[in-house]
């Protein structure tokens, strides 16, 4: 079972906290907690063992901070709906652990502005909603994904190589539950492109960046990061088929962090339990 | 100010220490909590804003099983004592550190069964004990080192590249008190002339791993470890120069942890808070 | 093109080599050449332009020691046949690859010993055949293995996470052409259950060994290692999860530079020209 | 003995070296070479036998492109100048490595804008000058760096933590000879303060970077790169420090690629041999 508070800091905090559990007969496994000085709050993540949580929110309650965020999961189960272009690399992964089940998660369906990777769904008897971005008003287009979207209800969206930006008015219906895999080590190289452009600097290290989306460009919270070393051997082809490997374990860690309740968002940045 | 308990688990425990330091005003920066189940042991490590600590392991005794081990240091300070041989790179790194006041423990002495590494000390102003093994008997140097050990009653003893066995005799002198750097990842290439093993193995990574040292030759609970890729290109000699790098990393991340407090020793395993 | 030679050495070998693909206006991109004193042997990897390699092997031979292997690849193009147990994630990974063709080889066909992998190679149209080592000799079982490599002939056959020992006889007929995934950085925790043995040693790396199979039990001749950080806080459970993720990517990364050409064989080493 | 060579490409070079270098029996141990199809330029760096080298390079000019930089050296052996300021962790490295004659190069003396540093090169013996950028215009203050630099005429120039910016007119002095290691993964936090735009960007990955110098503050040509992991529980001063390790160690791996001659420089990249 995993309990995750986010509130104002105050003395005493884990001491009311760890007294009611006791009282509820949960044992504690493992807890990480963190103060952020600067922006005085508090977080802290608990696994305990599984007993009887009924009226755990309730009795916690009373002893947080007024606006204190509180979960009780017993079991981390989430849902996910995935919006892809062309590339399989991401997709294939998530669609694999999904298969198998050892996602953490249950992907519901994938949405596609193009058709190319409709066939790898079906092969897993995932839903397809081919939505294409031709044709059609941005604001259009959005609409019908965010219809697609509230259909299934999901926990988050995973754009996993998704090659259209989204307006402000998309990313404010679902605030930090946007999660996405840049191309780069964030903040370089934000933008199209990251990968010519680091061709063109004649950097030693590329990497990826999982984030959430905010309103502005590739400027999210980060949740993970990752590199992988190149050399001058390698073309700009050879920088993004490299990059693909280091893109997919990159969004695999960041879900499975966000998946198992480890993910604390604030200000523009995370608290990362891992 | 840096508090960590060890104990036999029990429900209630992080409750009962924290409301014991809200209690003192004590406000907790960061916590680090485990518990192994199969052994039933309970760890903790609390950083906590300054105050006042007077009493407080006192205050915590009561609430905590028969037997628990408790450390509050107001300031982590420690002081260790360094033996060598002829290889200067983790000796000269440590050196470096203290000079600087960044080790966050004080050099108290080196002793090299060699000389070679006297000069370097003594540019320092560092006190060098030459202790030859040779001409003498075992038993007779051990005495030797130990007495110039005990006469400066370090917390740490650190074997730099130090050649030579000590016996389970000495060992036991200083129980989870000396940390030695070997020159593999271990449990690979036990004893002497890892490299050269690796070498002849034909292995892509060489590492090196700091321990605590016990009676069994390169058993004792491991610290930190790390590796760097090595290819066909690198002759046993290369493999000496790549590993002194990451011999001496590894070290100083070893002592950093312990000297820190993160570090806690049982059966035959570490929990490092890192 | 892909032109690899791997035979003694002596002087004047690179200057006879590239004055005869001069010849063939041959335009050299890129070279690896790499000689093991010891051995006396002379390895050498050329990227070449595209353009007339008819009768080039023929043009070398002379130029070269008696015994010369020389190989030259217009294309590099592997066929691989797969063995598996009951893991899936090295097999699905290989067989997304196969499926979005970024795997520089054709899979050819699964072998099981059991059927749990089945379903997934029916979803990519993969033929899977499950030869039980049940109510079967060993002797019998790999025969019916043997049989099915035969008809299809590859060039390289992977094991998958396959679980069972392999006899010397069925090793002899496919002399450096068997790649197994070994789940620990070898030779740490030769043989079974390795992550059991790192749990209990209290390492703080686990790894994964791609290698060639000979007749020693993960003995052979390794292609790729690598690692990843552990803590006291994984169980046996955890490692074992978080090592298919490492034995994933190494095995894709060996299997690259396998069906690249890159990887030579002699005596139990390699010389990888990654 | 190391041979490198920087030209033109054009069919047969590889060819026409090697055979001279076969006349001349000299048995190449490694090679390694690169050719960037983009620019039509060609790179060779060629490790052989030690053995006679007179006349070795007038012989390879005939055979070469008009314009080719050829460099042929007995042992790869530099002098180095090192600027600092007040940090410590590059130059003591440094002056370890120098001392104990594992540089591969000389370090001739040190310039500090503070004498913060002064102490620690004495007790090497190593010369020290104070140059203050205090009570000086910034043009005094390069010329008096320049004319000790000029003084000892060094290969290599190493900016080892030094805070100052070197004007154009300075750095066109050295083009290409001054070594700088920068506190970030480039090209990510460009200019002052690294650190805290990394914090404040709330990143999981710091780095560093080592590059040649040229007009553009922090655009110079990248040697060598690497990473660390941060998370949230690193403050800027943290940051820093870990950062420093990092920043230690690429410098090191810089110095010693420059040294051997690995790295070549086009345009604004580099052809590194590693």
Known sequence: MIIVIQCKDRVGLVGSIATILARHQLNIISMREHVDKAEDLFFVRLEVEDGNIGGL???????????????????????????????????????????????????????????????????????????????????????????????YAPDYIVLAKFMRILSPAFVARFPMRIINIHHSFLPAFVGANPYKKAFERGVKLIGATAHFVSNELDEGPI????????????????????????????????????????????????????
Request: hydrophobic fraction near 45%.
């Open 57 to 151: 929110e309730e009795a916690l309650k009373p002893v947080l901070p007024v606006g204190a965020i509180i979960s009780v999961n017993p079991i981390p189960y989430k849902k996910i709906v995935v919006l892809v272009t062309k590339e399989y690399h991401c997709l294939a992964d998530i669609l694999v652990r999904n298969y198998f089940k050892t996602l953490g998660a249950t992907v519901q369906c994938v949405i596609g502005n193009h058709n190319t990777l409709q066939n790898i769904c079906e092969r897993f008897d995932m839903p397809f909603y081919h939505i294409s971005h031709e044709q059609m008003s941005k604001a259009a287009m959005e609409q019908q994904i965010s219809d697609v979207i509230q259909r």
């Open 223 to 274: 949740i993970a990061q990752q590199i992988i070393p190149v050399n001058h051997s390698f073309t700009v082809a050879a920088m993004v088929k490299a990059g693909q490997e280091i893109e997919t374990a990159v969004l695999a860690n960041a879900l499975k962090l966000v998946i198992e309740d480890r993910v604390f968002v604030y200000k523009n940045k995370t608290v990362v339990f891992g």
